[in-house]
């Protein structure tokens, strides 16, 4: 089963061992459709939010992700670890594609700020100071 990560769960980021200790194998770096906003939420550790905006919204961009591929069981355990206000649906990728992936309730996005514009959260976190 394949699963698409937007932030934490980046190569190299605090919460990759969830992926790689289930035996998790990275298939792809892409990116999304131009039809996501990306916004900084307030969690420990830092994570990012993405939603799927209508096409041509202003502001909305094609966003760095993984695609993560885990056996069924994997993928259970690793599902069921994910904090609300994340959530697990659908993001379709820059080639038109889809995969289960990463998504942050609409409500969490609310006054969080929008870091659409870096592209990614890897790119996010090297901008931003400290």
């Not at 790689?20 to 990012?48: C, F, G, H, I, N």
């Amino acid at each position: 089963m394949r699963i698409a990560v937007v932030g934490a769960h980046l190569t190299g980021q605090p919460l990759n061992h969830q992926l790689t200790s289930r035996d998790a194998r990275l298939v792809e770096q892409t990116r999304t459709a131009p039809t996501y906003r990306l916004v900084a939420l307030d969690t420990v550790p830092p994570k990012p939010g993405l939603l799927r905006t209508v096409e041509g919204t202003a502001g909305a961009g094609s966003i760095e992700v993984e695609v993560w591929e885990l056996d069924a069981a994997g993928f259970g355990s690793f599902v069921d670890e994910i904090p609300a206000p994340l959530c697990i649906g659908r993001v379709v990728l820059e080639d038109g594609t889809d995969v289960a992936g990463f998504l942050c309730e609409a409500v969490a996005a609310e006054g969080a700020p929008d870091i659409t514009h870096h592209g990614g959260w890897r790119a996010y976190r090297a901008a931003a100071p400290g």
